[in-house]
């Protein structure tokens, strides 16, 4: 009797945390359909948050400019690649505008599906906008892009334009003239794209990597950006045999983060995006070692013995004799009277270069100028640098291949998701790579070791999960209010989560106005659905 009851008890918690996660995920999709005018509208919208299965034949309907760009590329697309582009072009060729978010480990290649998603859309004589959290990061994809552009004929080459808080006066204005009147067909920037002086002509798709460095606003600012109908004659020909209705169409919206998380979160914090995951890695990445150690300085040989009988300033001996460059990270610019035991990269910047004199140091800090910085790293990738101390500026998208070794401080300061993110920098190259967490607390050893114990960043992201729960990401963040949840636990919970999400989907599929159930649309009513901007 006591396992019945206990059996009936468990069915009746699901069922109410189903109907919790149920309406969550009808309230995103149904503020998503209504606004639509048409049911063709909203079938293609409701289509695009279904999982599609990867078809091999698709790239046949590719444009000529995204095959070119493919078969110029050094390497080849992994699976998890094709299969995130195929989705992608899927919905740029629907009557909706595309949500999408491309979640992907630390270098599985997000980038390149970007840029094949610009090319799709530049061919048809459209215009694409690639946001990006900061200058450093900005002007590498722009070089990147160059690069692969290279082995593509001059004449499928699409206009490119970098502009940045760091771009002349002049050189902006020329850019905006570009961007209006149709001659640049792709800008890579920063926030500069989403000021007010900055128009397009035919914006077809908006790109905001690691969209989470963004506001809500500022992301909402950029993606209203629609078509003013001023673009030049080559814009005017290349949608003159368009409906009416899809050339001054919204442009699409494609989010990008390297910072993997579990679907089922996912879900409930991007309910309303297509979700794209990019699972593998490219071929031949060699795993970085990782180490754990408890310390508060390269400079002096403090580390406790008891864990490991390495000295961190020994291993950073080795790997600079061996040829190898070296980050060493730090959570702060300068030494706070406030933490005094929180090492800062500028103050530890001449005892470090004194200890290893052999080898030259350089600065890389978020107050240096944009050329400063642009200057301290290119100065690394040639190697007249050898060690670069940094604070978590280079967290982002920095590429130096043959960086081998990172050293971060205090790193019980920063999150799981940021020091995974700051490992991705290294192991980047052909040369076996290490990285040391020091941890200035005994107490925070076990949760670095977590790190320590794997590579892959979704599961790391369900460790994270279990061990802490979601706690403040289902708060007041940038996907708006969600609501509470006291019975579910997500992280026990997410396949529930994931029914909810595709119950959700057939009951708008059925009823997109949800008309046939009225019952269920004033309880839907009465239980507030979500912004999908936040307040």
Known sequence: MVAEDSKEADLARKRLIFDDFFYLQLGRLFQMVEPLGSWIERDELLDSYRKHEPDAAVAEGWSSLTKKFVEALPYKLTPSQLNAISEIIRDLKRPVPMNRLVQGEVGCGKTVVAFLACMEVVTSGFQAAFMVPTELLAIQHHEHLLKLLENVDDQSKPSIALLTGSTTARQSRIIRQGLQNGDISLVIGTHSLFADKVEFSALRIAIVDEQHRFGVIQRGTFTSKLYTGSGNSKMSES???????????????????????????????????????????????????????????????????????????????????????????????????????????????????????????????????GDEKEEALQKFRSGEIRILLSTQVIEIGVDVPDASMMVVMNSERFGFAQLHQLRGRVGRGSRKSKCIFLSSTASGINRLKTLAESSDGFHLANMDLALRGPGDLLGKKQSGHLPEFPIARLEVDGGILEDAHIAALKTLIASHDLEQFPKLKAELSMRQPLCILGD
């Open 239 to 369: 949608t003159a045999c368009l409906p009416k209705d899809e050339v001054y169409m919204a442009p699409h919206v494609l989010a990008m983060s390297a910072t993997p998380i579990p679907r089922s979160l996912a879900l409930a914090l991007y309910g309303d995006m297509s979700l794209t995951q990019i699972t593998d890695l490219p071929p031949g990445r060699i795993p970085v070692e990782t180490f754990v150690l408890q310390g508060n300085s390269v400079c002096d040989d403090n580390v406790n013995q008891s864990l490991t009988d390495l000295s961190t300033q020994q291993m950073i001996r080795d790997e600079l004799e061996a040829g190898g460059k070296v980050f060493i990270v730090y959570p702060i610019i300068e030494t706070s009277e406030k933490l005094p035991q929180v090492r800062a990269a500028a103050t530890d910047f001449d005892a470090v270069s004194c200890v290893f004199e052999v080898y030259k140091c350089g600065l890389l800090h978020g107050r240096m100028k």
